[in-house]
């Protein structure tokens, strides 16, 4: 039913409204790489598991831009190869975790 | 509705020529415009021209493409401003002619700065845009040269080849991601940069044209039109020759 997507995807926006920076970059990570939120954790790290592949990275990192209306620098897209290093890098752009 | 309408493109060498032409045709189609070249006077009067027009949005940056943080900048600028372009024209191009035994490494350096770093450093810095719009397509500028060669031309040759390996491999990576990339290998075309030929290059470079005419940057800029536009929805990875069936 179309109307039901509708509130789903507008429950979930809401959802992100109240979600500290911790929970943000966790869904940005299960939305971009197609996971379960369960499987978001601090060992997640590039290539680890078949879905954070070198497309789905380029996803995840116009996904991170998105959800924290921030531009990522090349060399920060490249150093960006686990949860943990994402969010080291995040903190250059007064993200706060 | 024009075919462009409500898109934005962002053009590089778009003060003269090809770029010119393609910024035009652009907009007549209702496409907004980023536009990039090194001649800031050149390129306000092709922005004022265009916008007094065509009633279109047109942002210009001056912008050596060799200098790869002016580059940076002006994409960091347009993306500020949030203006994601779908489209990028990768057109800012030299052509310098020389044989192999003659040619200096600062020619050398010059013609894959342009050519091929340009429309590197260009596509890598306009995926931003294009992941954010879920889609996007790059239209490369090749040549002739690159598919078939010519003597006297082995470095832009190498240059052109180049890009078509670029568009190529680079279609095959963002295709999964509804980005297309496809390249246009214009022939023998009237503008600045083959004006320059000696008079005995250019009548030998005619007789060699199946069309027995000149190319016009129009009709390269009718092929990119068709690239930009939706009707090549399914097009990627190609490259198209605009040459009038010249033989070299």
Same mark, same amino acid.
């Given at each position: 039913?179309?109307?039901?997507?509708?509130?789903?995807?507008?429950?979930?926006?809401?959802?992100?409204?109240?979600?500290?920076?911790?929970?943000?970059?966790?869904?940005?990570?299960?939305?971009?790489?197609?996971?379960?939120?369960?499987?978001?954790?601090?060992?997640?790290?590039?290539?680890?598991?078949?879905?954070?592949?070198?497309?789905?990275?380029?996803?995840?990192?116009?996904?991170?831009?998105?959800?924290?209306?921030?531009?990522?620098?090349?060399?920060?897209?490249?150093?960006?190869?686990?949860?943990?290093?994402?969010?080291?890098?995040?903190?250059?752009?007064?993200?706060?975790? | 509705?024009?075919?462009?309408?409500?898109?934005?493109?962002?053009? !590089?060498?778009?003060?003269?020529? %090809?770029?010119?032409?393609?910024?035009?045709?652009?907009?007549?189609?209702?496409?907004?415009?980023?536009?990039?070249?090194?001649?800031?006077?050149?390129?306000?009067?092709?922005?004022?021209?265009?916008?007094?027009?065509?009633?279109?949005?047109?942002?210009?940056?001056?912008?050596?493409?060799?200098?790869?943080?002016?580059?940076?900048?002006?994409?960091?600028?347009?993306?500020?401003?949030?203006?994601?372009?779908?489209?990028?024209?990768?057109?800012?191009?030299?052509?310098?002619?020389?044989?192999?035994?003659?040619?200096?490494?600062?020619? =050398?350096?010059?013609?894959?700065?342009?050519?091929?770093?340009?429309?590197?450093?260009?596509?890598?810095?306009?995926?931003?845009?294009?992941?954010?719009?879920?889609?996007?397509? =790059?239209?490369?500028?090749?040549?002739?040269?690159?598919?078939?060669?010519?003597?006297?031309?082995?470095?832009?040759? @190498?240059?052109? @080849?180049?890009?078509?390996?670029? !568009?190529?491999?680079?279609?095959?990576?963002?295709?999964?991601?509804? =980005?297309?990339?496809?390249?246009?290998?214009?022939?023998?075309?009237? !503008?600045?940069?083959?004006?320059?030929?000696?008079?005995?290059?250019?009548?030998?470079?005619?007789?060699?044209?199946?069309?027995?005419?000149?190319?016009?940057?129009?009709?390269?800029?009718?092929?990119?039109?068709?690239?930009?536009?939706?009707?090549?929805?399914?097009?990627?990875?190609?490259?198209?020759?605009?040459?009038?069936?010249?033989? %070299?």
């Amino acid at each position: 039913m179309p109307e039901r997507n509708i509130i789903r995807t507008f429950a979930a926006e809401i959802d992100k409204i109240f979600m500290n920076n911790t929970e943000k970059l966790n869904h940005a990570f299960a939305e971009a790489l197609n996971v379960d939120i369960s499987a978001v954790n601090d060992d997640l790290k590039y290539q680890s598991i078949p879905q954070w592949d070198s497309i789905s990275h380029m996803v995840l990192i116009s996904t991170i831009d998105e959800t924290f209306n921030i531009s990522i620098e090349t060399d920060d897209v490249i150093g960006m190869n686990s949860l943990g290093k994402a969010k080291e890098i995040l903190k250059k752009y007064n993200i706060v975790f | 509705m024009g075919l462009l309408s409500g898109k934005t493109a962002l053009i !590089t060498g778009a003060s003269r020529g %090809i770029g010119k032409n393609i910024a035009e045709l652009f907009a007549q189609a209702g496409c907004n415009l980023v536009m990039i070249a090194r001649n800031a006077k050149q390129l306000a009067e092709v922005h004022n021209s265009l916008v007094d027009k065509y009633n279109i949005t047109s942002y210009t940056y001056e912008v050596d493409i060799r200098n790869v943080v002016s580059l940076k900048n002006a994409f960091q600028d347009i993306y500020e401003k949030k203006i994601f372009p779908e489209i990028l024209v990768n057109n800012a191009g030299v052509m310098i002619d020389s044989t192999l035994q003659m040619a200096k490494p600062d020619m =050398i350096e010059d013609i894959f700065s342009v050519n091929v770093y340009g429309t590197i450093y260009s596509s890598q810095l306009a995926l931003k845009g294009f992941l954010r719009n879920r889609k996007g397509t =790059i239209i490369n500028l090749s040549s002739i040269i690159g598919t078939n060669g010519n003597l006297g031309q082995s470095i832009y040759g @190498a240059s052109k @080849a180049a890009i078509i390996g670029f !568009t190529k491999s680079l279609s095959k990576e963002l295709a999964p991601l509804n =980005i297309r990339v496809n390249a246009i290998a214009p022939g023998f075309i009237d !503008t600045d940069m083959t004006k320059g030929m000696n008079q005995k290059f250019h009548e030998k470079n005619l007789s060699s044209i199946g069309m027995r005419k000149i190319g016009q940057p129009e009709d390269v800029a009718k092929v990119a039109l068709f690239l930009a536009s939706d009707l090549s929805g399914y097009v990627t990875g190609q490259i198209i020759g605009v040459d009038g069936s010249m033989v %070299i």
